[in-house]
């Protein structure tokens, strides 16, 4: 036996009783008792979780380990004594660590998902050289809940048997089996928890999960579509409120921009009055949480921006990061007055009942009625020639609005085709998917260049006219624009190559065998530029 | 998985003492560590009270028939387990010859081991031979504790040639100081202006400390019982030097 074994134990078994009556009867030594609390770690879409993997901090008074290891596998951890609980990756010490966990969560936040308390009474086997052989756990773990109270998990006993030395737990093992009436653990505590609090984790996902059927009237599938998109606003508006990692205000952010894509694109499927008076209100949602994601964008790049610089120039850029941290924290208390304005709760229920009624659409037309396949192909492939129009108008010399409408084509695009991917064969959608994300990184990463060039130019002004920009920041600033400028260009470069693998001929076959309709539309399904 | 053996010709001069130091070190950063004692004195095994034996001899580690992991005990410390010593091994290099293709058996013989392990600290016997040309193609560091005096320097000479001649080129070679006596004039000469040779020595150096003989006693990492101690502060400054060093290959 070279596994842990848990094993429950009846609640009227006594664990000082069976602790004694173990320890005279293999001569073990007591341990101590220690009080421990096990919080369980994960970002907030359940990576680590997904991966398989365990991580939770282990408190007590001897200290806080850290705990890493597969689900279901307690004899693969790693143990690391830590200071404090870890927000992110980049605060744990240890490189094996950040090495597993990083390439997982990258820029998300390890969040506190489970609270289990327990007091755990520790026997060991040791040999004649003092070496422990086994360690015995006695425990009656109780989950903590967010409202003060408990559960409890049950008691338990657990068999860690230190590898290479087996007979010990197999021995204790075959004496508990003939003596008392115990059955196996097979759950991770984590499992058991979630499963008492009926938790399902991984619920959340940046993807919206929904099911679409080609035969459902557009309203419906619309509003199936809008509600996914309100509750996805809705779980992430705690994240952004508390500014726990930038994936809450990027997922909202992308949330209330689906809609308003969704909503411009559907015209005519709801009554046009009252969507008009919402897109209006999602601008204003898209204006109030800009500036603090723009903040955020820059702090994720600040590292790039230094390595960017030759070595000697990167400590002069010190003073604008922490211009940007400041202006990042102004920025989020304007963005949570948003989001706790009257204007705000107003907008998002007075949402909310809109899609919750059905009546509404007695005022739209016969369209709405139709049935949402037939109006998905042919808005996806209205927008598809609209891209491949676009995309081949654009030349060497084309000015960067040009490309910034390309841009917003693809996204539309790409929206569409993620909000109606149901009602597709995937491996036929997966391709033009493939390209269509390659296009856009091109387009994506031209436009932030465009972007954060111009947000330097202004963020240099206001550092200057503040009196925080020093001579060597300013020249660090203007060097900094000079590589964006660069690499921009560079970029410009890889869009015709980009673009053709996007709009080959075969491929565009295949969009139109998928979403064109016969004998409409085929001016724009020509060969590539 | 990074493979680091801690190696020199000359015995005496510190080797498993920085190895099983190490391997704590690197086991309490986070590592899976994996310390694999190859000196038939057995040291190492004893220093974790893990008795010097391997069912099936040296031959049996070679046979190809049992998985090497059957043979690993873990230690009292966490992420921290040892393949122990036996007596046997004094015989490894007639049986690598046996078994064919010696110098490429060890790095063989570790590779399954990358699935559970971060960190193999190798524990080698002194001397040069087949053993020592197959751990040096298994390993990615060889850690070379070495005594500040005119003997040492000239073996770890012949090391740092070797590697050369034999186009070692992927094993990075760390000397480094071990069992430096500050009371020993030519030990300070030597660690204050140490010679060049070809391969650079580590800025920390191990002193000569009552603590470290005492790991006999208490059969323990110096850090578990003298953490604070001038020797239990210089190997942790040593590991995080090694690391930096080994991370940046």
């Not at chain 1, 020639?385 to 695009?413: F, M, Q, Y």
């Amino acid at each position: 036996m070279n596994k842990v074994v848990e094993l429950s134990l009846p609640q009227n078994i006594r664990i000082d009783e069976l602790g004694n009556e173990l320890a005279s009867h293999f001569s073990l030594e007591h341990d101590g008792i220690t009080s421990v609390s096990r919080t369980y770690l994960d970002s907030f879409d359940w990576r680590l979780y997904r991966k398989r993997l365990l991580l939770f901090a282990e408190t007590s008074s001897e200290g806080v380990r850290l705990i890493l290891r597969s689900q279901g596998q307690p004899d693969t951890q790693r143990v690391l004594n830590i200071d404090s609980i870890p927000v992110f990756t980049s605060d744990i010490s240890s490189f094996v660590f950040r090495n597993r966990l990083e390439p997982v969560l990258r820029i998300r936040a390890l969040i506190p998902q489970l609270v289990i308390q327990s007091r755990v009474k520790c026997l060991l086997a040791v040999d004649a050289d003092n070496k422990t052989l086994l360690y015995i756990q006695f425990e009656n773990p109780r989950l903590a809940l967010s409202n003060g109270q408990y559960r409890m998990l049950g008691k338990r006993i657990r068999l860690i048997p230190v590898k290479g030395y087996t007979r010990p737990a197999e021995q204790i093992l075959r004496y508990l089996k003939k003596n008392y009436k115990f059955s196996l653990i097979g759950k991770d505590e984590l499992d058991q928890g979630l499963e008492l609090l009926n938790v399902e984790p991984a619920k959340y996902s940046a993807k919206l999960k929904y099911r679409l059927k080609p035969d459902m009237t557009a309203s419906e599938a619309l509003r199936t579509i809008l509600l996914k998109l309100l509750e996805a606003m809705k779980l992430n508006e705690p994240g952004v409120i508390d500014d726990i990692d930038t994936e809450f205000l990027h997922d909202f952010r992308v949330a209330v921009r689906k809609t308003r894509s969704a909503l411009s694109q559907s015209r005519h499927i709801l009554p046009d009055s009252e969507v008009e008076a919402f897109m209006r209100e999602f601008g204003w949602m898209g204006t109030v949480t800009g500036p603090a994601r723009d903040m955020h964008v820059y702090l994720l790049k600040f590292n790039g921006y230094q390595a960017a610089l030759p070595e000697d120039i990167r400590p002069a850029l010190v003073p604008l990061r922490e211009f940007l941290v400041r202006k990042k924290g102004k920025e989020h208390e304007r963005l949570v007055k948003g989001l706790q304005s009257s204007r705000y709760k107003k907008l998002t229920g007075a949402w909310r009942q809109f899609l919750d009624t059905p009546q509404t659409e007695t005022k739209s037309s016969a369209i709405s009625k139709k049935p949402i396949k037939e109006l998905a192909d042919k808005q996806i492939w209205k927008v598809y020639r609209r891209v491949i129009h676009e995309g081949r108008n654009i030349r060497a010399d084309s000015p960067d609005t040009e490309l910034h409408r390309l841009r917003i084509s693809c996204k539309k695009l790409r929206y569409l085709i993620e909000f109606f991917e149901d009602l597709y064969p995937r491996s036929r959608i997966r391709s033009l998917l493939e390209s269509l994300k390659q296009l856009q990184d091109v387009l994506g990463d031209y436009h932030d260049y465009y972007i954060q060039i111009i947000a330097l130019d202004h963020i240099k002004k206001q550092m200057s006219d503040a009196a925080e920009l020093s001579i060597e920041t300013g020249e660090a600033i203007d060097m900094l624009m000079d590589v964006l400028r660069t690499e921009q260009q560079d970029l410009r470069k890889q869009f015709k190559g980009s673009f053709r693998a996007f709009a080959l001929k075969k491929n565009q076959a295949n969009i139109e065998s998928i979403f064109g309709q016969p004998g409409k539309g085929k001016k724009g399904g020509k060969g590539a530029a | 998985m990074i493979v680091y053996a801690c190696y020199n010709i000359k015995g005496g001069v510190g080797k498993t003492a920085t190895s099983v130091n190490m391997a704590y070190l690197a086991a309490q950063g986070g590592a899976r560590v994996l310390i694999w004692d190859l000196d038939p004195q057995g040291a190492a095994s004893f220093y974790f009270r893990i008795k010097p034996k391997i069912k099936g001899k040296a031959a049996g580690l070679l046979d190809n028939k049992t998985r090497l992991e059957t043979y690993i005990r873990g230690t009292d410390y966490d992420n921290l387990d040892l393949l122990p010593a036996d007596f046997s091994y004094r015989n490894l290099d007639l049986l690598l010859e046996e078994a064919g293709k010696p110098r490429g058996r060890f790095k063989k013989l570790l590779k399954p081991l990358a699935q559970d392990y971060d960190v193999v600290v190798l524990d080698c016997a002194p001397g040069i031979s087949l053993l020592s040309e197959s751990i040096f193609n298994a390993a990615d560091v060889l850690l070379i504790p070495t005594i500040p005096t005119i003997l040492s320097l000239r073996t770890l000479k012949q090391i740092i040639s070797y590697r050369e001649k034999h186009s070692l080129k992927h094993l990075m070679l760390v000397p480094f100081f071990s069992m430096v006596d500050k009371r020993k004039q030519l030990h300070r000469q030597i660690v204050e202006q140490p010679p060049s040779l070809g391969a650079p020595i580590l800025g920390t150096y191990i002193p000569y400390a009552s603590e470290i003989e005492r790991m006999g006693i208490e059969r323990r990492p110096v850090n578990t019982y003298a953490g604070s101690c001038i020797a239990g502060r210089a190997y942790i400054r040593m590991w995080q030097e090694i690391l930096r060093l080994s991370m940046t290959r």
